[in-house]
């Protein structure tokens, strides 16, 4: 579902154009995000498995409204301060996906205190003690997600586990409230195609049912059953037993992304407008504005079959160059050069002439700036600019 919004502060003159902006900066297809979202919202549907979208790639309010399946969520964030940005625009249903640290728990409360459905992450007996410790104090009870380790990719609790699933669940009901278990695929990233992805997806699902099957059979609810990651999102051929999916970079893509063939390179809805700044052509050197400061230093594709660098470089319109990267990047100049074993030649552009840049990690690079300038398609007209924020 994709809600409109009517805020006017977010609307730019007519007149502004890709050619008006001061550079680096940062552009958004709201074309190709509307079509990301709706792509994934469909095949959930279709799988009787709802959304919760991961808002911390995208940490703003506009897209949130885009994003969300109503005004009021359901969401999910990466930090407290997406929380309390997305809480103020009247999101009510978010779970916050980050083993929760015992001093932040008063903010949660606070939170909870104003009327929002705020569900923490644990994975310890002394988490889970900590919240129902803070649960009695308030008298009001904390709901707490049980994280699942489904691939020994990050943090979690093992599905085989079980006195270690059942201590933390009832350690949760001496005050606080435990409504399930959620995982997150994060070796999907390691590619290895469309049969490997599927298998990412399967083992992410079983983790988190076994785990649920564990909790229930020893007397303790677990209503929700989560799961997420895009890679998985976009290749689960069975979700029986899981309720929900989170997913984040979904919204936008990146070239990590298309290089493990979840999307393609007309899928990316965001780019870094640089501007040509100089040449060193005895070097096949095109420098410009666009160096790691607005790029990020993420070189997520240096361990895929094709390294794009620092970035994957296209004309103003959007359009790739063909092998033509970002080869290096300094704190305000990129570097634009042929791709290495390539024949293809650079680009004939003059100094002020402006190339768009497709990211390695949406995310990170995202994260360099406090501002989408909207346009759609190949038009250069800047319809909106919608602001996003920063910090924990």
Known sequence: MVLATTDPISRLAASTSLEDLETPCLVLDADRMDRNVQRLRSRL????VSLRPHLKTAKSVEVA???????????????????EQFAAAGVRDMIYAVGIAPAKLERVAELRASGVDLVVTLDTVQQARAVAEASRRTGAPIPAMIEIDCDGHRSGVRPTDQPQLVEIGRALTEG????GVLTHAGDSYKGGGVEALRLYAETERLAVVEAARILRTAGLPCPVVSVGSTPTAHHATDLAGVTEVRA??????????????VCQIDDIALSVLATVI??????????????????????????QAVDQGYGLVCDVDGTPYHDIIVSDANQEHGIIAVRPGSDARLPDLAVGDRVRI??????????????YHVVRGRSHAVETRWTRFGGW
Not at 176 to 179: C, D, M, S
Not at 280 to 288: A, D, H, Y
Not at 290 to 300: A, E, P, V
């Open 65 to 83: 409204r885009r994003v969300m399946s109503s005004p009021e969520g359901p969401a999910t964030v990466s930090t407290l301060k997406e929380a």
């Open 176 to 179: 606080a409230e435990l409504r």
């Open 358 to 371: 497709l990211p390695n990690h949406a995310c990170a690079t995202a994260a360099q700036h406090e501002t």
């Open 278 to 303: 100089g040449h060193q052509r005895e070097k096949g050197w095109i420098i410009t504005d666009g160096g790691w400061m607005s790029l990020s230093r993420d070189r997520g594709t240096g361990k």
């Open 248 to 261: 984040g970079v979904f919204v936008f893509f990146d070239l990590v992304m298309a290089g493990l063939g």
């Open 45 to 48: 549907d279709a799988m009787g």
